[in-house]
């Protein structure tokens, strides 16, 4: 076993050290480049106005004013994002004419490269950006970081599998020699381990039962994602959250985990009961789960800064979807229960049930035996998204249009700069107070927005629905037991919401009825959320559970301790060995991303740790 840890502490090492050194050391900031001007015009003014294409319908800022050429006609430098195009307007004014109807103007676009410097040229009717200093390339970092990784990935398996036909060799000329190679007898650390019952149920004889342990390999993917793009996902624009509509990375993994989340509830309750629990019993259960995350949730946000305490978050968005979830499940009557399952062939007819009833339960799909029982419950899930869907459309907002979607502050012409999220802002303003929400969005930066916090009250309504929307894989996993069978239900339900999340928003970033936007958890957002959850779970499934070709490591450790390694990482998240920080790190993404996979695969390697000594935390 020690072997396997020096493995991957050299690995985390190889991957640090290739990727550190790829920094380039400069003044310059990270994802920005420098622009100045240059009027060649003898008699006239050049005023610069632009805009990252990221902001949708801004109006364009001022940037830069140069004099004829007859005076100085080089301006100073000014940075520019590099993440995005940049929208330009030159504006050319005429000293010999008094007439200002009679001045022009030039609409242009241009992509800057990180740490390029730039002149922007104007001469005649010629308006050109001239590079002065090439670029870096800022994927390169991410390039390497990604070939190291693969490579070990296709490596490590055949490594290990020569090191056991050695050892096995070994052991038939020697039958003695096994016992002092205890690390051996380890293997289930990488192993597909909880795939198998407790021990109790093994040796009493009875019948094996495997675990699915593709959803703790999922939810292990999740939170390691969340990690690495909470410490900063290397500076990378996709690896952090939309400015406002659209997907990148790091929107998938949060709503993906709330959807795990509901397709382990039937699961574990089925469980519960199968002990012998009554409803009152796993209520206590799930109250206390909740009030728990909650109560961490609040001492993550802030614990200290009384009259500024964030009240919404994460966690506490975890424990809202879970609580109202199992409100749902548990009491939320089914109807024809007797069909909430698939008849075997063969089975002996119950006497219980007339003949005539078994053989309709034959009869029903199977798509109802997983559904239609549930059809109450559906039906509370969809009182909850319409709920959201009233509010948000119909709910007027002082000062705002009704059924506003924008981010406010310079969109839309600046025009609704106190409306960022229309109706969510509002409502979580009217609770909290301004001072008791989240003080930083990811809008601010482009869109110059006040606060607004993408966790608030609103949102909870879609969150419970992308949440029971999970618990429909897990009846799936429930009632069916051919993979096959599941998985085209999986892949059945996944097209169709993920279909349907594309309609609201015609397909495209900032278009549709209702764009798909993390930050307002909108109805077009969670229904590809839950498409893709249903797809990538089907991946992942067939990977670990039927076909058996990757047993999940190390995304399966931290999937079963996945809250302790989530709170670890947000408390000392900013010490080192989990991060750090230099004079020139966040000049270019190497170092930035060499301290973000560090934090992220010291996690990794803990719930290793914690595994391989059979420590768990659950609430």
Request: some cysteine; charged content about 10%.
């Amino acid at each position: 076993m020690w072997k396997k840890e020096m493995m991957l502490k050299t690995l985390l090492l190889l991957v640090v050290l290739a990727v550190a050194p790829l920094h380039a050391y400069v003044n310059i900031a990270m994802d920005t480049a420098l622009l100045q001007l240059e009027n060649k015009y003898e008699n006239a003014e050049i005023w610069l106005y632009g805009a990252s294409s990221e902001c949708y319908k801004c109006e364009l800022s001022f940037l830069l004013y140069s004099a004829s050429s007859n005076a100085t006609n080089l301006t100073e430098y000014i940075e520019v994002n590099t993440n995005f195009p940049y929208v330009f307007n030159i504006s050319i004014v005429d000293l010999n004419v008094l007439d200002a109807s009679t001045n022009s103007s030039v609409q242009m676009s241009y992509h800057f490269g990180q740490h390029g410097i730039y002149t922007l040229v104007a001469e005649g009717n010629n308006y050109e950006f001239i590079t002065k200093v090439e670029p870096d390339n800022a994927y390169l970092p991410l390039i390497v970081a990604a070939c190291i990784l693969a490579a070990a990935a296709i490596l490590y398996p055949i490594a290990l599998n020569i090191f056991r036909r050695a050892i096995r060799a070994q052991r038939s000329k020697n039958p003695l020699a096994g016992e002092n190679n205890h690390f051996v007898d380890n293997e289930g650390a990488f192993a597909p381990a909880i795939t198998g019952d407790s021990a109790s149920n093994k040796s009493g004889g009875g019948k094996k039962k495997s675990r699915v342990a593709s959803l703790d390999v999922f939810r292990g993917i999740c939170i390691t994602i969340m990690i690495f793009v909470n410490y900063g996902g290397g500076g990378y624009w996709f690896f952090n959250h939309s400015v406002w509509n659209g997907l990148t990375v790091a929107d998938l993994v949060f709503p993906w985990f709330i959807f795990i989340m509901g397709v382990a509830m039937p699961l574990s309750f089925n469980a519960m009961f199968k002990r012998g629990e009554t409803k009152v019993s796993v209520l206590r259960r799930v109250v206390r789960r909740s009030v728990i995350l909650f109560a961490l949730g609040l001492f993550i946000n802030n614990g200290h800064e009384i009259l500024t305490w964030r009240i919404p978050g994460v966690l506490q968005r975890f424990a809202v979807a879970y609580l109202v979830t199992a409100l749902i499940l548990l009491f939320v009557p089914t109807v024809g229960a007797r069909f909430s399952r698939v008849k075997k062939i063969n089975e002996p007819i119950d006497p219980q049930i007339s003949e005539t009833d078994q053989l309709l339960s034959t009869r029903i799909t199977v798509f109802k035996s997983s559904f239609f029982p549930h059809v109450l419950q559906w039906g509370v899930a969809l009182l909850l998204l319409t709920t959201w869907l009233l509010i948000t459309f119909l709910l007027p907002v002082p000062g705002c249009p009704t059924g506003y979607l924008g981010p406010g502050g310079l969109g839309d012409g600046g025009v609704f700069y106190n409306c960022t999220g229309g109706a969510a802002r509002y409502v979580d303003v009217s609770v909290f107070g301004e001072k008791l929400i989240f003080q930083s969005p990811t809008s601010q930066q482009f869109y110059n927005t006040g606060s607004y916090d993408p966790e608030g009250i609103l949102g909870n309504l879609t969150s419970i629905f992308l949440c029971f929307l999970g618990t429909q894989l897990g009846r799936i996993l429930q009632v069916h037991s051919s993979p096959f069978s599941r998985a085209k239900r999986f892949a059945g339900w996944g097209i169709a919401f993920g279909a349907l999340g594309t309609l609201l928003c015609l397909g495209r970033q900032n278009a549709g009825w209702i764009p798909i936007n993390k930050n307002l958890w909108s109805a077009s957002f969670v229904f590809v959320m839950g498409g893709t959850g249903f797809l990538v779970f089907t991946l992942v499934y067939f990977l670990v559970d039927v076909w058996r070709v990757y047993n999940g490591a190390p995304f399966i450790y931290v999937g079963m301790n996945p809250i302790l390694i989530y709170c670890g990482h947000e408390t000392l998240g900013y010490l080192f060995p989990f991060s750090f920080e230099t004079q020139w790190t966040y000049t270019s993404h190497s170092l930035t991303l060499a301290s973000n996979l560090l934090g992220t695969s010291c996690w990794l390697l803990i719930a290793f740790m914690m595994y391989r000594n059979n420590f768990f935390v659950n609430i």
